[in-house]
């Protein structure tokens, strides 16, 4: 059981951290203070354009010299600095958390490669052969803070009020699997894609495997992560626009497939036979956001909770209507979303 | 030279009590081991071959069967088969010929295999209640969907498909041809198979055309004799199956003695009556990999691309690498047959140790053209062994798409897995041509068998995917991770990639 909370402003108004701060924490009986986690985008309006790689740093010796040589051998470092945090009673901190903003130099590598490509593989380089270094997001103008911690903790620690921006994703957990990590709490993020996640993805190791042969390498040991890849295989690579990817993801059953009108049976059918390893089993709640918007999508039988809402130019996203009630107490529309069908909110 | 008879291998014996002189087990025995003499039946046990057709049918239950009567001197070496094999070959000098499956007693790899369940943290799913779907496609998929926006803002489907079977289980019956088989066992999988919604292999020995009704069901297949192959037979089959090799003989041909080729064979086959039918070893047109995907193509073109085209290979020690070259040809599906596979005749030599087990093959093909980013594009049929619906479930999460079943489906008609299918006296009507044994078969009656053994399984599989929670069985396609080892070394494990029983996720 986790909570999520998300909103998006589309006319990409800046909101400061408090309200999703308040929110989340009204959730803590989904969670059990061992993890918690939120997402900004537009946090750094004056380095737009840097990659904003954020890295958790077990010491300030060994790794991260090592993580430095990496950057430099593959683009230039243009702003570096400790992430400001603030002792928190509760929580140690036990990671040093770092950002660096960074222009990759796609000729780097010396094969045919994109921005993206570079830091796709920085990011599995660093993750999977520097000790005591994780990179935990990658993305242009997004800020991702976490910890374990309660959610009011972990804001605190941050002082997320300090950061504004026009989509805000929170997720509230309670681990099984990789218990009081701080790279295991949410969101977690992959380029421009950042994701919060509450449920247990059954079909992992299929998922796992599908994305492997597209050459991602799965780090976080957690199923979270499949999604972040899964979106970016299929909306980025594939280029499938947002509606059809989730669909690929959560489709319908074939018995309402095949009841479908001709076209749309046919549409229906090629999706889902194409992308089956990519379809998501097991009980899930997930918020996707990208710099263009939000996206929430659960399981094709809806075993875990999702509740939407509109107030204005925002839209929410939660596991529970009362934490949108605490951001917006007279939303102008709220709804459950049906099993499997997403709802998208992007920026006008 | 003699050397006296061996021991018998069975021994049969009638409660004299309970017999009520009815003779079925004289009529019901081809081999001759019961004969009446007087007031009392005459046993020789010596020609019985376990198939326990008398005692299914004494109405008094008064017959019953020893293995193995007479107990060899023990030896850890010399164990009564090798001494058997060669008091035969001695009288014989020839090859000697076995039929069904593996003898050995080597490890089954499925049996050391155990499958997960929800508990807590996930809720299984219920099949009563929630819809598992079993739904399997079997066929080229392309890497990826291209679509278009039309100038009303849909959105349009640019990909083709390429033609997909439909199963509605990831259960086929596998090929097993007319010839070696009766055409009543052939009918009676036919229509059980057509009932369930899913596909049977016609084996290499053509398509008779009271399989007809049932050929949207069935898969024709072109081995190195291509009996019975013609444009008519090409188009009549919902997809065509190149059969490189067997599992049960990897390397070898067919062989089915002319003493079966009757008059309906004969015609369905397309060869002289009573005629040996020996397949060639290799496919003579077939000598590297890029002969064998010009007849892909070859088949394809003479069928207007509408059917799909299947490869199967026995699993040999480089299996992988020649899954992935089929794959890499305009095949659609590889099949992949395990060294536990059946076979009606085989050199016992072949049959007990050429090939590699199933469960390795799938494993090693599926990383293999996951490697090579290909995996999804073809699927993988896997066959050999396969007895129930656990060896099917793992099948599929090591990375099968769907398996074949062979002996399973026969001894769903009776079959006791007695090993004397090459003899042609099949007492259960299967392996045999003799009118009066093949009539034990009422194909109206036995489909049923055959589509209660597939829907018994599929039901199983829902039940053990929604304890997964797993609701649909592309999740379960090569999830590996709800596998886990049980007293299987590290490099099986390492192959199977599967982790051992009490590992973490």
Same mark, same amino acid.
């Given at each position: 059981m986790c909570g999520i909370i998300s909103v998006i402003n589309r006319k990409k108004n800046p909101m400061d951290g408090r309200a999703v701060r308040e929110a989340l924490s009204i959730m803590n009986e989904r969670g059990n203070?061992?993890?918690?986690?939120?997402?900004?985008?537009?946090?750094?309006?004056? !380095?737009?354009?840097?990659?904003?790689? /954020?890295?958790?740093? +077990?010491?300030?010796?060994?790794?991260?010299?090592?993580?430095?040589?990496?950057?430099? &051998?593959?683009?230039?470092?243009? /702003?570096?600095?400790?992430?400001?945090?603030?002792?928190?009673?509760?929580? &140690? &901190?036990?990671?040093?958390?770092?950002?660096?903003?960074? &222009?990759?130099?796609?000729?780097?590598?010396?094969?045919?490669?994109?921005?993206?490509?570079?830091?796709?593989?920085?990011?599995?380089?660093?993750?999977?052969?520097?000790?005591?270094?994780l990179i935990y997001s990658t993305g242009k103008n997004?800020?991702? !803070?976490?910890?374990?911690?309660?959610?009011?903790?972990?804001?605190?620690?941050?002082?997320?009020?300090?950061?504004?921006?026009?989509?805000?994703?929170? /997720?509230?957990?309670?681990?099984?699997?990789?218990?009081?990590?701080?790279?295991?709490?949410?969101?977690?993020?992959?380029? +421009?894609?950042?994701?919060?996640?509450?449920?247990?993805?059954?079909?992992?190791?299929?998922?796992?495997?599908?994305?492997?042969?597209?050459?991602y390498v799965c780090t976080m040991h957690t199923d979270t992560e499949v999604v972040a890849y899964l979106t970016d295989l299929l909306q980025r690579q594939h280029k499938l626009p947002a509606e059809l990817a989730f669909k690929a993801l959560a489709p319908p059953f074939w018995d309402d497939i095949d009841r479908m009108p001709e076209k749309e049976r046919t549409f229906n059918t090629a999706l889902r036979m194409t992308y089956s390893p990519a379809m998501m089993n097991g009980p899930f709640a997930i918020v996707v956001a990208n710099s263009a918007g939000i996206a929430g999508i659960t399981d094709r039988i809806k075993l875990r909770p999702l509740v939407a809402a509109e107030a204005g130019d925002c839209l929410y996203l939660s596991s529970e209507e009362a934490a949108i009630r605490v951001m917006e107490p007279s939303p102008d529309r709220i709804w459950m979303p049906r099993a499997g069908e997403p709802v998208i909110g992007r920026i006008q | 030279m003699p050397v006296g008879s061996v021991p018998p291998k069975y021994k049969v014996t009638i409660d004299m009590d309970l017999c009520m002189l009815c003779e079925r087990c004289i009529e019901n025995c081809p081999y001759g081991t019961f004969r009446r003499e007087g007031s009392k039946i005459q046993i020789i046990s010596r020609a019985c071959t376990g198939c326990h057709r008398c005692i299914a049918m004494c109405p008094r239950d008064a017959i019953s069967l020893e293995e193995k009567p007479v107990d060899y001197r023990s030896h850890p070496v010399w164990s009564r088969e090798a001494r058997e094999a060669i008091y035969t070959q001695a009288q014989s000098g020839k090859i000697i010929l076995t039929g069904m499956g593996n003898t050995l007693d080597v490890p089954q790899i499925f049996d050391r295999l155990l499958l997960d369940a929800c508990q807590v943290t996930n809720p299984s799913i219920d099949p009563l209640r929630e819809p598992i779907e079993l739904r399997t496609y079997i066929g080229k998929k392309p890497r990826k969907i291209e679509i278009k926006k039309?100038?009303?803002?849909?959105?349009?489907?640019?990909?083709?498909?390429?033609?997909?079977?439909? *199963?509605?289980?990831?259960?086929?019956?596998?090929?097993?041809?007319?010839?070696?088989? %009766?055409?009543?066992?052939?009918?009676?999988?036919?229509?059980?198979?057509? #009932?369930?919604?899913?596909?049977?292999?016609?084996?290499?020995?053509?398509?008779?055309?009271?399989?007809?009704?049932?050929?949207?069901?069935?898969?024709?297949?072109? $081995?190195?004799?291509?009996?019975?192959?013609?444009?008519?037979?090409?188009?009549?089959?919902?997809?065509? #199956?190149?059969?490189?090799?067997? =599992? $049960?003989?990897? =390397?070898?041909?067919?062989?089915?003695?002319?003493?079966?080729?009757?008059? #309906?064979?004969?015609?369905?086959?397309?060869?002289?009556?009573?005629?040996?039918?020996?397949?060639?070893?290799?496919?003579?047109?077939?000598?590297?990999?890029?002969?064998?995907?010009? @007849?892909?193509? %070859?088949?394809?073109?003479?069928?207007?691309?509408?059917?799909?085209?299947?490869?199967?290979?026995?699993?040999v020690h480089n299996v992988a690498a020649i899954a992935a070259g089929i794959a890499r040809s305009s095949a659609d599906a590889v099949v992949i047959d395990g060294f536990r596979g059946g076979t009606g005749s085989a050199p016992r030599v072949f049959r007990d140790h050429v090939g590699i087990p199933i469960e390795a093959a799938i494993a090693a093909v599926d990383a293999k053209l996951n490697e090579q980013g290909i995996r999804n594009e073809v699927s993988v049929i896997a066959s050999g062994g396969i007895r129930d619906s656990a060896d099917v479930t793992k099948a599929i999460a090591l990375g099968a798409d769907s398996v074949y079943i062979?002996?399973? $489906? @026969?001894?769903?008609? =009776?079959?006791?897995? *007695?090993?004397?299918?090459?003899?042609?006296?099949?007492?259960?009507?299967? $392996?045999?041509?003799?009118?009066?044994?093949?009539?034990?078969?009422?194909?109206?009656?036995?489909?049923?068998?055959?589509?209660?053994?597939?829907?018994?399984?599929? @039901?199983?599989?829902?039940?053990?995917?929604?304890?997964?929670?797993?609701? %649909?069985?592309?999740?379960?396609?090569?999830?590996?991770?709800?596998?886990? =080892?049980?007293?299987?070394? #590290?490099?099986?494990? %390492?192959?199977?990639?599967?982790?051992?029983?009490?590992?973490?996720?």
């Open positions: 203070g061992e993890g918690a986690g939120y997402a900004v985008y537009g946090a750094f309006p004056e !380095f737009a354009d840097y990659y904003a790689i /954020h890295v958790f740093y +077990d010491d300030l010796i060994g790794p991260k010299t090592a993580v430095e040589e990496e950057l430099d &051998k593959l683009g230039t470092i243009t /702003h570096d600095e400790e992430i400001p945090t603030f002792e928190q009673p509760n929580l &140690k &901190k036990r990671h040093i958390p770092w950002r660096y903003f960074f &222009k990759p130099n796609v000729s780097a590598l010396g094969t045919t490669a994109s921005e993206e490509d570079i830091l796709v593989y920085l990011m599995k380089k660093v993750n999977t052969t520097i000790p005591g270094a997004i800020a991702i !803070f976490k910890a374990a911690g309660w959610p009011e903790e972990v804001a605190d620690f941050y002082r997320i009020q300090n950061y504004e921006g026009y989509i805000w994703l929170a /997720h509230n957990r309670y681990p099984t699997n990789t218990a009081g990590w701080w790279g295991g709490a949410h969101p977690f993020n992959l380029l +421009d894609w950042s994701v919060v996640h509450n449920g247990e993805i059954t079909s992992y190791g299929t998922n796992k495997r599908y994305l492997e042969s597209f050459g | 039309t100038s009303e803002g849909d959105t349009d489907l640019v990909t083709e498909l390429a033609p997909n079977l439909k *199963c509605e289980t990831p259960i086929m019956i596998g090929h097993m041809s007319y010839g070696a088989i %009766s055409l009543n066992a052939q009918l009676s999988m036919a229509r059980g198979a057509s #009932e369930v919604g899913t596909f049977m292999g016609t084996g290499e020995g053509g398509l008779h055309k009271s399989l007809y009704p049932y050929q949207k069901n069935m898969i024709v297949q072109i $081995a190195s004799g291509r009996f019975g192959v013609d444009i008519d037979y090409l188009e009549r089959g919902a997809a065509i #199956e190149i059969k490189i090799g067997q =599992g $049960a003989k990897p =390397g070898i041909g067919g062989h089915l003695p002319g003493e079966k080729v009757d008059e #309906e064979v004969s015609k369905t086959r397309m060869i002289p009556l009573y005629s040996d039918a020996i397949s060639p070893a290799p496919h003579h047109d077939i000598y590297s990999i890029e002969d064998l995907s010009q @007849l892909v193509r %070859s088949l394809k073109e003479a069928t207007e691309w509408k059917k799909p085209v299947f490869v199967k290979i026995a699993a062979g002996t399973a $489906a @026969l001894v769903s008609l =009776g079959c006791r897995v *007695c090993g004397s299918c090459y003899r042609g006296l099949c007492p259960w009507g299967i $392996a045999t041509q003799r009118e009066d044994l093949t009539a034990r078969i009422d194909p109206d009656i036995m489909y049923k068998n055959v589509s209660n053994l597939i829907h018994g399984w599929t @039901l199983e599989i829902s039940e053990l995917m929604g304890a997964a929670g797993i609701n %649909s069985i592309e999740s379960l396609r090569g999830n590996r991770d709800r596998l886990r =080892g049980y007293m299987l070394d #590290e490099n099986i494990l %390492s192959v199977l990639d599967v982790k051992t029983v009490g590992a973490d996720a």
